[in-house]
């Protein structure tokens, strides 16, 4: 029998690749979206239905749940995807902006998980994929509140693999580097203030190199191929880099001593 999974935030970039990798394998796939009537491809699309689901609406999230159940019989892996930056100085950000980047990329990944646990429990079978970044692990200027957010992610689902892990359910954590996405444009939120002109002179440094790398970024298939693995290989791995030659950045990192390391992020981003 198919499997079943559904993924978050599958209107574009990784999700919709995601979507389209798993179809390919012959599952089901809820490919839930803000809004499913401005993207009625993925539908057309044998075994895939497109609930409404925005992680803000914990009634949306529920439901998008119910309606994969009922359509496709159960839920066998969780795909949180959705997610979005906020770019910009740290001062020039409105504190809405910064909680409204946490809803998203934190409590809303956290309130799904939440409403996919008795399912997983009852199955005694699930796996939860979380979608963090390199950024989880390495900080680049401008992406202050960003990073906290998927720094939050990484310590989230490593803790909660323990708790997880006598009722068979499984996390996973995708650690993606640039991918070639909407990621670097539409999504983007920009922090800016009137009058703050202290700034300027890094923005217009960093924020060029911030673009070539999501320009020079790996396609989104990339990571889709990556988190089908993390939800097939079987395995108890918790971390999975993915495109954007995110292995290397992560194995560097985490050989390098934080004076090397920063100079680097420097000579990268702020030349
Ligand atoms: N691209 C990269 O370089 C990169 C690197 C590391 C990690 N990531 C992560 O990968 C994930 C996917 O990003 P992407 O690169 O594929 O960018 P993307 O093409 O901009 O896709 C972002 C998706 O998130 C959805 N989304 C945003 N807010 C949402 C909400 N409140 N509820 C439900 N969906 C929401 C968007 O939906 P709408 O169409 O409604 O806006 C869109 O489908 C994100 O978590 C991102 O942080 C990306």
Redesign the pocket.
Same mark, same amino acid.
């Given at each position: 029998m198919a499997k079943t999974v559904l993924i978050? @935030? +599958?209107? =574009? #970039?990784? #999700?919709?690749?995601t979507v389209k990798k798993f179809q390919a394998e012959g599952w089901n796939v809820a490919a *839930?979206?803000? *809004?499913p009537e !401005?993207?009625p491809e993925l539908a057309q699309l044998d075994r895939v239905i497109c609930p409404r689901? $925005?992680? %803000? $609406?914990r009634a =949306?999230i529920e439901s998008a749940i119910a309606q994969t159940i009922d359509h496709f019989g159960t839920i066998d892996v969780l795909i %949180? %995807?959705? @997610?979005?930056?906020l770019l910009g100085p740290f001062e020039a950000t409105d504190p809405e902006q910064i909680r409204k980047q946490f809803?998203? %990329?934190v409590f809303?990944l956290m309130e799904a998980s939440r409403a996919i646990l008795p399912h997983f429990r009852e199955k005694n079978a699930g796996i939860l994929v979380n979608? +963090? =970044?390199? @950024?989880g692990k390495m900080a680049f200027p401008l992406y202050s509140s960003?990073h906290a *957010? !998927?720094w939050a992610v990484e310590g989230f689902s490593e803790a909660l693999q323990y708790e997880l892990e006598e009722f068979n359910i499984r996390v996973k954590i995708? /650690?993606? #580097?640039?991918? !070639?996405? $909407?990621?670097?444009?539409? =999504? /983007?939120d920009v922090a800016q203030k009137e009058g703050l002109t202290a700034y300027d002179r890094i923005v217009a440094k960093v924020v060029p190199n911030l673009k070539k +790398? &999501?320009a020079t &970024?790996s396609p989104?298939e990339v *990571?889709a191929n990556v988190i089908y693995k993390a939800a097939t290989d079987g395995s108890k791995k918790l971390r999975y880099p993915? #495109?954007?030659n +995110?292995g290397l950045l992560l194995l560097l990192r985490r050989l390098s001593r934080d004076k090397h390391w920063s100079t680097g992020i420097r000579a990268a981003t702020m030349r």
């Open positions: 978050t @935030g +599958a209107s =574009s #970039g990784i #999700g919709a690749a *839930t979206m803000r *809004t !401005k993207h689901l $925005d992680v %803000n $609406d =949306s %949180n %995807n959705a @997610g979005y930056a809803d998203t %990329n809303g979608v +963090a =970044s390199i @950024g960003y *957010t !998927k995708i /650690e993606p #580097g640039p991918i !070639k996405t $909407d990621f670097y444009g539409r =999504s /983007e +790398a &999501g &970024g989104p *990571t993915a #495109g954007g +995110a």
